[in-house]
């Protein structure tokens, strides 16, 4: 910051709305635009039976309607244009608001990965499966050993068997 900013201060940075902020005023513009479609929708049913009402007896009366009417009608028209402007940013933001979160996710599952690697290193876990192997081995011929009968002192080879009839 300069000299002179710090005297007389600086313009400060305005922070744009958040997105939540921004949804929730698109959504309420879209009730209010619905709003007025509903009410302009109403407004062109009368002007139509007021047309209908003076078509046969005053005809400046259904022809002052009928240009209400399709007044009306152009402001509708409006309506119907700048509803589809906003439901496409509103779903853009939303879009956009998604993908934040999604990113935000991602990263902490990075973050949390790298973290409970920190202390392993791929040559230390080779080393250990190798150990574990090892150990496993030795169970094996550990329990082969105990399992095998022992014929205590003699082995059966050399047992002979003889039967005399």
């Known amino acids: 910051m300069s000299f ?3 005297i007389f201060g600086s313009k400060k940075e305005e922070k ?5 902020d921004a949804i929730q005023k698109l959504r309420s513009t879209e009730e209010m635009l619905i709003k007025k479609q509903e009410f302009l929708e109403k407004k062109i049913e009368q002007e139509v039976a007021i047309a209908k009402k003076n078509g046969t007896t005053n005809k400046r009366a259904a022809l002052q309607a009928l240009k209400r009417k399709k007044r009306y009608e152009q402001q ?3 309506i119907d ?3 589809l402007t906003i439901e496409q940013q509103r779903e853009a933001l939303e879009g956009a608001n998604t993908n ?5 996710t991602m ?3 990075a973050d949390a990965l790298k973290s409970a690697h920190q202390n392993m290193n791929v040559d230390d876990v080779h080393n250990m499966m ?15 050993a105990i399992s095998n009968p022992v014929a205590f002192g003699t082995d059966v080879d050399e047992v002979r068997i003889i039967i005399y009839f």
Do not use: F, R, W
């Not at 744009?16 to 939540?20: D, N, R, Y």
């Not at 934040?100 to 935000?104: G, N, Q």
């Not at 190798?130 to 082969?144: F, G, N, P």
């Open 4 to 6: 002179l900013g710090k």
């Open 16 to 20: 744009g709305p958040s997105t939540e």
């Open 76 to 78: 509708l028209a409006q």
């Open 81 to 83: 244009g700048t509803m």
């Open 100 to 104: 934040t979160a999604v990113l935000t």
């Open 107 to 109: 990263k902490t599952a």
């Open 130 to 144: 190798d150990d574990i192997a090892e150990s496993q081995d030795l169970s094996k011929e550990i329990s082969e």
